[in-house]
């Protein structure tokens, strides 16, 4: 999600806004907001609760979960609940760099054994949330996603019923995300190569992942509604570090356009960069909010990797919305303490931070027993009829636990600024694409 223009509505029911402290580092943050101690304000006791972090937040996978987790330290410092002091619990699912959905199962069951964690925001991929959707159902741990797009998470996808994934309270939601699903944004990377890039024909790619093939599935389904045809789907192994194969069949079928499911982390902006080197780089190229990770100056960036020629032509898209009035006051913000713009997902960190504060606020005033605490905000959070206001907007979560805003943002590579571009975004609640 690009969020250089996003709104800076906070929470007002009973928070107290407080000015932000300068940090230059993500890490050292979260930290301090761990060890703080707790005072008795006006003289009254002060309950010590935590709020989980779970994201990958080293290696390649930095460029995602870093920004993340620091809109979530941001909103922390920005927002108070009156009676609490509320701190970070931070886990990293990254190993040897990339995403691992046995980490993050492991590191759920970490903030479950700790009682005073009473929320999750994460995680930031959908294959790991598939591992650990149920450990936070067995413990009633409420998790927001900022980032999970894959649809058979909260809802029938390919004929699973996602009760599947939490085998011992079925019936019981303890999960919820603020990103729509890719059944939308695979629609949205369908409209670009249609309708914006002018392509007829397209050669799809996944990179095997839960997130990857599922984005590729819908966009090859829904362009072909469109009209377009789909000229050859190929599944590339996430471990794959030549893409040569690949480019060479690529160029004999000559498409109109290319299309990628997929993170930056298996390796698509190496495959951009190869396309560039066998003068491909005019061939329109598209891929969802997992190559969304930065501008040109951002290491480890999809933009970085594929280098000045390979980011030409190039499209992403954010299961988000955009265009959010009041935007400067939260990138001012995030810019006064961690110097640096907000990155994809910060603002929706920030938003789950602050789902999870106006839940405590509703549920807390009185209650000490943190097991308690802990299932009134799970409650309260699964409950449909409750509305936030969020750096998001307004939204509600349905009975599934999937938010009500089904927005999708659009961009594109700008050659001047070395960074994506924001587009246009389209509402498919209001403008469905079929």
């Not at 109109?256 to 495959?271: A, E, K, N, Q, R």
């Not at 891929?287 to 930065?294: A, K």
């Not at 209650?367 to 509600?396: C, I, M, N």
Request: with cysteine; net charge negative.
């Amino acid at each position: 999600m690009k969020y250089a223009r996003m709104g800076a509505a906070l929470a007002a029911i009973a928070m107290v806004a407080t000015a932000c402290s300068s940090s230059s580092s993500p890490s050292s943050a979260a930290s301090a907001a761990a060890s703080a101690a707790a005072s008795g304000g006006g003289g009254g006791a002060v309950v010590n609760v935590k709020i989980g972090i779970e994201l990958p937040m080293s290696g390649g996978e930095a460029p995602n979960g870093v920004p993340t987790a620091n809109g979530v330290a941001l909103a922390l410092d920005q927002i108070k609940v009156p009676g609490f002091n509320v701190t970070i619990n931070q886990q990293d699912d990254a190993v040897n760099g990339v995403h691992n959905p046995q980490q993050g199962a492991k590191n759920i069951q970490t903030l479950a054994n700790d009682p005073t964690v009473l929320f999750v925001v994460g995680p930031f991929n959908s294959n790991v949330a598939q591992a650990e959707i149920p450990v936070g159902n067995a413990a009633g741990l409420m998790q927001c996603s900022p980032a999970n797009t894959y649809p058979g998470l909260t809802k029938t996808w390919g004929g699973v019923d996602p009760k599947t994934l939490r085998p011992t309270n079925p019936d019981k939601i303890a999960y919820v995300r603020v990103a729509t699903t890719d059944d939308l944004q695979g629609a949205a990377g369908a409209d670009i190569a249609y309708n914006i890039a002018k392509a007829k024909t397209a050669y799809v790619a996944d990179d095997t992942q839960t997130y990857g093939k599922g984005l590729a599935d819908v966009f090859a389904t829904d362009f072909a509604k469109l009209g377009g045809t789909v000229v050859k789907r190929d599944s590339i192994p996430g471990s794959t570090t030549d893409f040569t194969s690949y480019v060479t069949t690529l160029k004999s079928l000559n498409p109109g356009y290319v299309y990628y499911g997929g993170v930056t982390t298996s390796g698509i902006g190496l495959f951009r960069l190869q396309m560039a080197q066998q003068g491909l780089q005019t061939i329109p190229f598209g891929g969802g909010d997992g190559i969304s990770d930065g501008s040109a100056a951002t290491k480890s960036s999809f933009l970085q990797i594929a280098g000045t020629a390979g980011d030409q032509n190039t499209y992403s898209t954010v299961a988000a919305t955009h265009d959010i009035p009041n935007a400067s006051a939260f990138a001012d913000a995030y810019k006064a303490k961690f110097s640096t713009a907000p990155g994809a997902y910060s603002a929706a960190g920030y938003a789950c931070a602050q789902v999870f504060l106006q839940a405590l606020q509703a549920v807390g005033s009185g209650v000490t027993d943190l097991k308690t605490l802990r299932e009134d905000v799970r409650a309260y959070v699964a409950d449909p009829s409750h509305s936030y206001d969020t750096q998001l907007g307004k939204f509600s979560f349905d009975a599934n636990g999937d938010t009500t805003q089904h927005i999708i943002s659009y961009y594109g590579f700008d050659a001047t600024t070395q960074d994506w571009k924001f587009l246009q975004q389209r509402d498919f609640t209001a403008k469905p694409l079929f």
